[in-house]
């Protein structure tokens, strides 16, 4: 079982997404409600997996979301609002260290009253 992760912990949490116009929405979308400090996009990757009983191949873009560990639920609301995929990949990774500066800038973009929340 995971180590619980205090709500103010930096997180990487990563998905996918099947176009650049999606992955921008998604990551705008985030921005705005204050769930995410930054998103970057990876575009030019390669997925192959099965689903509905096949081997399937397709062009995605991954996406790294920073956030705090307090943002993962409502980060998971927004993508049954924003994301296009029927069940879309959320892995979170804690990290461990960091540049003190950073994590402290990622903790006062997401660091807003709930009811800022979407």
């Known amino acids: 079982m995971p180590t619980p992760l205090d709500s ?11 176009s650049t116009d999606d992955a921008e929405h998604l990551v705008r979308a985030l921005l705005d409600a204050r769930l995410i400090a ?5 575009p030019s990757a390669r997925s192959l997996y099965h689903w509905e009983g096949e081997i399937t191949d397709e062009a995605e873009v991954v996406i790294l979301l920073k956030t705090v560990a307090g943002r993962l ?6 993508f049954g609002l924003h994301h296009p995929y029927d069940v879309p990949e959320l892995l979170v990774f804690p990290s461990r260290a960091g540049l003190e500066a950073y994590l402290g800038w990622v903790r006062d973009e997401t660091d807003h009253l709930a009811d800022d929340e979407p």
């Open 8 to 18: 103010r912990d930096v997180v990487l949490a990563v998905t996918t997404v099947g």
């Open 38 to 42: 930054c998103g970057t996009l990876l």
């Open 73 to 78: 639920d409502a980060i998971g609301e927004a």
